[in-house]
């Protein structure tokens, strides 16, 4: 795991190692192991590594071939990088270290292009060629590893982080207030836009051809693929069963390459105690595990992840925290995550990773298996609302709005009330892509004219929020309608996005073998009663979970890696309230309208409402903004 850079520049100019060395800099607990430069006139490359395969310095980076005619960067890890070497070893190519980079440089260098068709992993690379004075430029299918750029009509300059971007002088540093908009509606940026309007995402599965001002970003990889009907959908489900735990086990088989110490996160839920399960069974070491626990009872799951651990055999490692053990890496946040995330489980994971670091480089992670294998709630709330879309919005809205007209004088709990206002407010939808909107994101259901009354320059949308999606996929069933949003959105710009950074702000790989491609061709193999059947979230995952682990494990109700953010903010983060949403600090905010603010900041305090996820994301914002000045 490392963090790229790069500048591809006008002719004449020259990209300057200072400015390189500048650009490295701000990632560097990306890769503390090592840091690497290559200037050739125009063009300069960065690199800071994290050593995992190969710990020699000759797997160093930037990596050259050719003569120096091929030069890359590389973050990421290739898991079929043996197999590629096998293949160009057959035709007479050779290798002077043990990397996946090297593989990479030269699989490309082969096969071009087309070699990304053919890898499994998660990467974010650039390859430059001296002859052609060309970029090529490309990230992982669902965006594991992050990659931005920016590109002025004749310069381009990218990096694995926004704030290396923003060391670039000619790069402007504004932002609109629809990033705003979009933001305290997602809590997270969606890609492919960044927080700074002038610098944007390489799309997931996407890939930049760049020379001498000439710009072109296209497509190689859609999850759409996921959803196409498969041929062997009326086998039966213990067949399904068997095709399920067969991959699993050789998806974790293949991301515990490693030349370094290698664990794995527990929660105790169904899908990191999966991935431990088949890590015990692959694995040819003792196995260290890592959980979270907390002393409210109320969001404690350790002993699920103890008694998951103890079965196994693990040596685990438990920590059982308390808020002022989250506090101390809240001035930190904006520094480690490139762009603002207001999810609040960025805090414990941080913490995680931190406890996890100590003992190993690499940990497995369950992330993607609620995308895959339909376990969020809130996947399921849609998939009961399929019929009210067919409602027309003329007759839904005026009975919703009489309900909520007719509840207000009779309502004696105010929290209720909000609940009952949310599902009213969603009933009023207008449109497809404004009522999957409603559930991306850790804020939940809230009516947009409420956030624009958050800003202090109100936005008219000309379109409504993810309609070009809608459009990508209106043709395909409701629940593969329902799949492809939370993998082109919830899954890239926020779970995957807080993954990596907050187990790179400690220098710890996490990878993801729920997203390996042989899970992805697995689940969509899967007709979708074996994820979703008779109210059971997950269905098949829960059937697996039960070879191997007793019925509570398998069939307790997902608690998610939640932490008490409501109580927190009108108790021990209080301060961070009045430190950044007080009047006096917003009255020359350009975005954030005060008097609004105030009103949703004393309904919250007095306890009239919950609105804690979306005071987070305003004092995420906030921390973000001023840790960089703008």
Request: include cysteine; charge should be negative; hydrophobic fraction near 40%.
């Amino acid at each position: 795991m490392c963090g790229i850079s790069g500048l591809y520049l006008k002719h004449g100019e020259i990209a300057e190692r200072p400015l390189l060395e500048a650009m490295a800099a701000t990632m560097e607990w990306r890769g503390p192991d090592a840091a690497g430069f290559h200037n050739d006139k125009h063009l300069g490359l960065a690199h800071r590594r994290l050593k995992i395969i190969d710990l020699s310095d000759e797997a160093n980076q930037p990596m050259h071939a050719e003569a120096d005619r091929y030069s890359i960067v590389f973050n990421g890890e290739i898991y079929n990088y043996r197999e590629l070497r096998a293949e160009l070893e057959a035709r007479s190519i050779n290798f002077q270290t043990n990397s996946d980079t090297e593989v990479l440089l030269k699989a490309y260098i082969e096969w071009g292009k087309i070699i990304l068709t053919r890898l499994n992993g998660i990467f974010a690379f650039a390859v430059y060629d001296k002859h052609k004075q060309s970029l090529f430029i490309a990230r992982d299918r669902f965006g594991i590893k992050p990659l931005f750029y920016s590109f002025d009509g004749e310069r381009l300059a990218f990096a694995s982080t926004v704030s290396a971007i923003m060391t670039v002088p000619w790069v402007t540093k504004e932002i609109s207030n629809e990033t705003v908009f979009s933001f305290l509606k997602f809590s997270h940026i969606p890609n492919p836009d960044s927080i700074i309007d002038s610098i944007k995402q390489v799309k997931p599965g996407h890939y930049i051809s760049f020379r001498h001002g000439s710009f072109s970003e296209m497509e190689y990889w859609n999850s759409t693929e996921l959803s196409k009907p498969q041929m062997n959908q009326d086998q039966d489900e213990s067949t399904f069963i068997e095709q399920l735990e067969f991959s699993l086990m050789n998806s974790v088989k293949a991301q515990s390459v490693s030349d370094v110490p290698l664990g794995c996160f527990l929660s105790g839920g169904i899908d990191s105690s999966l991935i431990s399960y088949y890590l015990a069974q692959t694995s040819d070491k003792p196995v260290k595990s890592f959980s979270i626990g907390y002393k409210e009872q109320e969001f404690d799951e350790s002993a699920y992840a103890r008694k998951v651990a103890d079965s196994l055999g693990f040596q685990h490692f438990e920590y059982i925290v308390g808020p002022e053990d989250f506090f101390e890496f809240i001035p930190d946040i904006p520094k480690y995550f490139d762009q603002p995330l207001a999810d609040p489980t960025l805090l414990p994971s941080l913490l995680l990773a931190k406890n996890s670091r100590s003992e190993v480089t690499v940990a497995l992670s369950g992330d993607g298996g609620d995308e895959l294998f339909f376990g969020y709630e809130y996947q399921q709330a849609l998939y009961r609302l399929e019929r009210m879309k067919d409602i027309p919005y003329s007759l839904r809205a005026p009975v919703c709005k009489l309900l909520q007209l007719m509840l207000h004088p009779f309502a004696t709990n105010r929290l209720k009330l909000q609940q009952i206002n949310k599902l009213l407010d969603i009933l009023q939808f207008r449109n497809r892509a404004e009522l999957f909107q409603y559930f991306i994101g850790t804020i939940g259901p809230i009516n947009l004219d409420k956030i624009n009354e958050l800003l202090k320059h109100p936005i008219s949308l000309k379109k409504p929020l993810y309609s070009e999606l809608m459009d990508e996929i209106s043709d395909l069933p409701w629940p593969a309608q329902i799949e492809q949003i939370f993998l082109k959105r919830f899954l890239p710009d926020t779970v995957l996005a807080k993954t990596d950074r907050t187990s790179m702000a400690f220098s710890l790989e996490a990878r993801v073998p729920f997203l390996d491609n042989e899970m992805l061709k697995l689940s969509s193999s899967l007709p979708f009663n074996m994820k979703y059947k008779n109210g059971v979230k997950k269905y098949i995952l829960r059937k697996l979970t039960e070879l191997h682990f007793p019925h509570e494990i398998a069939y307790r109700k997902k608690q998610g890696f939640s932490i008490p953010m409501r109580e927190w903010l009108r108790g021990d983060l209080k301060y961070l309230v009045q430190e950044h949403l007080g009047p006096e600090k917003l009255k020359n905010d350009p975005h954030l309208n005060e008097v609004c603010v105030s009103r949703i900041i004393n309904e919250h305090m007095e306890n009239h409402a919950n609105h804690s996820h979306l005071i987070w994301s305003m004092i995420s914002l906030q921390m973000w903004k001023q840790h960089y000045k703008l």
